[in-house]
């Protein structure tokens, strides 16, 4: 109790009782005690745990001081704490909704990006119908926009290619025409020149003839290549005994290339079917085995060898040639596609053979790879998917 304001200086304040109060209540009372000693009177509130203490200076009509002292329940804010088991419940479902959402949100924004990866890659296998079909979609953003770029893309490479494809088929029929008028010509040649025979009359029409004969066999090569790359099928699928059809191939090319000091020999062969053409699997091989022929060393011979191996048929053609620099060998499938050094036109090809074969093998569902062979020459393998009937 202080005395009176008009009196001496006052006391500090004292508690009205001599009780022993709680230790957050006497803080609050001590820092009380300080405010009012330093002139300040307001109120003062302080924390102890779940209470609040507090603490107001009063004084009294007589003139006497005290302190207020009063203990609280803390405020709380918003709604009180659940149970621990509904908390986790809460915070599951709250973790799975938020999951959803943003794989939800993932999804809408990668889709356009995963169908882009797929039609890019059909695209790269040479498949030119491959789309995105963004221009069907409602969807406006910059990936949509990707989407439809591509597939204008790639409906203009499609164009541009199938346009080549029936430029070069044309060609090759409007060629068929003047070189058949051609033979007709030179059938009428050489029956005068019978009559008067002459020797460079005789020359000169073997050579005509013979330029004759090219002309033909790559115009016949033009017609299967555009043909194969149209996915035009030739004859009906049937089990084609590939055992048979690679011992006949070697078989004649073998009686072909004695007359250029070659040989063509099966060197391993084991039984193994496939589905396809059969006409068309006999051209492609006899292909790559003429093609080695022509390009292994005098006095050496050209290998073909025939394995199965987990369901799929291997055929590997590998002469003793000079071979073809590794930088090369993706290329060689290419038409028209010469390796300057070792493929010129004095070895009777026009580049087609390869590409045809590769167009051919992969009707069927299979490959075509080129190799340097160790100890040199070049090998060629072809895989096809083994039949099981």
Known sequence: MDAPPDGPPPEPLSPLFDTHPPPGVRLAQLRQRAMNSAGSAGAL????????VAALPVQTASGHRYVLTALMHS????????????QLFGGLVALLLSGLVCFGLVRYLTAPLITLRAATRQLARGDLTARTGAAKRAR?????????DFDAMAARLEALVESQRQLLGDISHELRSPLSRLSMALALAR???AQSPSEEVTVALERIGREATRLNTLIGQLLELTRLESGESEGAAEVVDLEELVREVVADADFEAQNTEHTVQLVGSQSCRVTGSR???????????????RHTAPGTPVEVSLACESAEAIIRVRDHGPGVPDEALEQLFRPFYRVEAARDRESGGVGLGLAITQRAIRSHGGSVSATNAPGGGLQIELR???SVA
Do not use: I, K, W
């Not at 509130?45 to 609040?52: H, K, L, N, S, V």
């Not at 406006?140 to 439809?148: H, K, N, P, S």
């Open 45 to 52: 509130f302080e924390m102890a745990g779940p209470q609040t």
């Open 384 to 386: 096809l998917p083994a």
């Open 140 to 148: 406006r953003d910059e990936v949509a926009d990707l989407g439809r």
């Open 279 to 293: 006409d068309l699997l006999h051209s492609a091989l006899e292909n790559v085995v003429r093609n080695a022929v």
């Open 75 to 86: 405020p709380r804010f918003g709604r009180p704490a659940a149970a621990p088991r509904t």
């Open 191 to 193: 029956r005068h020149a």
